[in-house]
């Protein structure tokens, strides 16, 4: 009767080894990793999110500073995520809408609890990716909360509205979104982000947008009525009519039309590079 090798043994073993590694990242990446769902987790409040949402300037730029030295009510959001959310009480959140808003307001939550303990930091890769929070009797990072539950909305509107702590994303709002004004919020997130250079530069023909769209065409052209397409169809929709009010150098309606026509055909679009810097000020 034959044996088996011993370096095949080896060579086996350590290929199951490495699948339980690759499996067990996977899982954790995507927020799949159990975790306890305590008894004695604070009540979840949206007043608490809002709170250290007061932390921001007038851009909506994080005074990171400010918010590390006031940041019960934000540590006390985040716990009480442990035990509250979709996941574990679905008959708090009923409509998609407030799921929606449940993981965006974790999401951006998740961010400045990172931003508070790094004030210093100077560029958003250098807050991880890898950290997860326990969050309905799961481990979640970051990213597991965008692929699992705000990809899965198919609406382009929530990555104009995701803060990531980046200065070339969009920026966050003094208020929590909420389920019963997701779709209005969602609105104005947009049309606010669509203002700024960091999103959308004329050098015509050519018309640079953010990443935050061209990296989710689909999501922008479902939106898009029948018989239309292209994606400056919809960036079009968000751009203000003037500058006025809004501030000096922004895109407007009339610059798209008559650089690229009323159809758009005149421009092609190309990916704009963002800049590097966190959105946090010492103001």
């Known amino acids: 009767?034959?044996?088996?090798?011993?370096?095949?043994?080896?060579?086996?073993?350590?290929?199951?080894?490495?699948?339980?590694?690759?499996?067990?990242?996977?899982?954790?990446?995507?927020?799949?990793?159990?975790?306890?769902?305590?008894?004695?987790?604070?009540?979840?409040?949206?007043?608490?999110?809002?709170?250290?949402?007061?932390?921001?300037?007038?851009?909506?730029?994080?005074?990171?500073?400010?918010?590390?030295?006031?940041?019960?009510?934000?540590?006390?959001?985040?716990?009480?995520?442990?035990?509250?959310?979709?996941?574990?009480?679905?008959?708090?959140?009923?409509?998609?809408?407030?799921?929606?808003?449940?993981?965006?307001?974790?999401?951006?939550?998740?961010?400045?609890?990172?931003?508070?303990?790094?004030?210093?930091?100077?560029?958003?890769?250098?807050?991880?990716?890898?950290?997860?929070?326990?969050i309905g009797g799961q481990r979640m990072t970051r990213d597991a909360i965008e692929r699992r539950f705000l990809a899965e909305t198919g609406d382009g509107r929530v990555w104009l509205a995701l803060f990531d702590g980046s200065v070339g994303g969009p920026l966050l709002d003094s208020a929590p979104f909420g389920g019963d004004t997701l779709n209005p919020q969602l609105d104005d997130a947009a049309r606010r982000f669509l203002r700024r250079t960091e999103a959308i530069q004329l050098a015509l023909p050519v018309v640079k947008l953010t990443p935050r769209i061209t990296g989710h065409l689909d999501d922008f052209l479902s939106a898009l009525p029948e018989g239309r397409s292209g994606v400056l169809q919809?960036?079009?929709?968000?751009?203000?009519?003037?500058?006025?009010?809004?501030?000096?150098?922004?895109?407007?309606?009339?610059?798209?039309?008559r650089g690229c026509g009323v159809d758009f055909s005149r421009c092609r679009v190309e990916p704009l590079a963002p800049p590097s810097g966190v959105a946090i000020t010492t103001r």
């Open 1 to 134: 009767m034959s044996t088996v090798p011993s370096w095949l043994r080896v060579v086996v073993l350590s290929l199951s080894a490495a699948l339980v590694v690759v499996s067990a990242l996977v899982l954790y990446r995507n927020g799949r990793i159990p975790a306890p769902v305590p008894d004695d987790a604070p009540e979840y409040a949206l007043g608490d999110l809002m709170s250290a949402l007061q932390h921001l300037d007038s851009r909506g730029f994080v005074r990171a500073q400010s918010l590390a030295a006031d940041r019960a009510a934000l540590d006390r959001f985040i716990a009480s995520m442990a035990k509250t959310s979709p996941l574990t009480s679905p008959e708090r959140f009923p409509t998609t809408d407030d799921r929606v808003a449940f993981w965006l307001n974790a999401a951006h939550a998740l961010v400045l609890q990172q931003l508070a303990d790094h004030p210093d930091v100077t560029t958003v890769d250098q807050l991880s990716r890898w950290q997860s929070w326990p």
């Open 234 to 257: 919809v960036v079009w929709a968000y751009l203000p009519e003037s500058c006025d009010g809004v501030r000096p150098g922004c895109e407007t309606r009339g610059d798209l039309d």
